[in-house]
């Protein structure tokens, strides 16, 4: 089992629609959280840290840890063609501060 | 500004040679990672340091070292290539435990 899993996808969201993202995590003593965004051909950026239960909120991102079932999530109000990308979960393995990531999951935000 | 930078951008080299590739951050990072990336996989731990003198094997380690002599740089070297390490190659640092990472531009090795 890995650390962490994801959907690959893709997802495909209409524009202005709500992108859901979801992941789970093998880890339970894990305690950061981490997406990140990677455009094609680009490193990844971060866009979204979470470390307590409950949901997080930053402009149009919504992040959401559950960690009694060891699961994050990522909710993209108002999707934007822009938003296409590939969006990686991470967290830091407890302990060890090894900050692993899913395979990604792909969104298609499409017009 | 502060920043991570990672050079080569692109490398050609040939089965068997030895590649190093370099990684250099100006944010006087503790951590530093190394990560490989493919179709399919994800981004894929090589190795870790979590500060100079320290290093530590990751997911897919075998094939690759790295060692952390300043504070500054952890440069990964492929002892000898091999068409399997053709590959899309991040480093990352970060500051403290349990903060998140930033990342270089990448290096594409290809091993022909």
């Known amino acids: 089992q890995k650390e962490v899993e994801q959907n690959s996808g893709p997802l495909s969201v209409p524009e202005g629609a709500i992108a859901s993202l979801n992941c789970t995590y093998s880890?339970?003593?894990?305690?950061?959280f981490f997406w990140y965004r990677q455009y094609s051909g680009k490193s990844p950026e971060l866009i979204m840290s979470i470390y307590s239960n409950g949901d997080k909120e930053d402009g149009r991102f919504t992040a959401q840890l559950n960690k009694a079932s060891q699961y994050v999530s990522l909710l993209i109000r108002d999707s934007q063609p822009s938003d296409s990308a590939t969006y990686l979960c991470a967290s830091v393995s407890g302990g060890y501060n090894k900050l692993i990531f899913g395979a990604g999951t792909r969104l298609a935000v499409h017009p | 500004d502060a920043e991570i930078t990672q050079s080569p951008r692109h490398k050609i080299t040939e089965t068997g040679r030895q590649v190093t590739l370099a990684c250099h951050q100006t944010?006087?990072?503790?951590?530093m990672f190394w990560y490989r990336q493919d179709l399919g996989h994800g981004l894929r731990l090589i190795h870790y340091s979590y500060g100079v003198h320290d290093t530590n094997k990751g997911e897919v380690s075998d094939g690759y070292s790295v060692s952390r002599s300043n504070t500054e740089d952890l440069p990964l070297t492929l002892e000898s290539a091999a068409s399997s390490q053709t590959s899309v190659y991040f480093c990352?640092?970060?500051?403290?435990?349990?903060?998140?990472?930033?990342f270089g531009q990448g290096t594409r090795l290809t091993v022909v």
């Open positions: 990352a640092s970060s500051g403290q435990t349990n903060t998140e990472a930033f």
């Open positions: 944010w006087n990072h503790n951590n």
């Open positions: 880890d339970r003593v894990s305690q950061s």
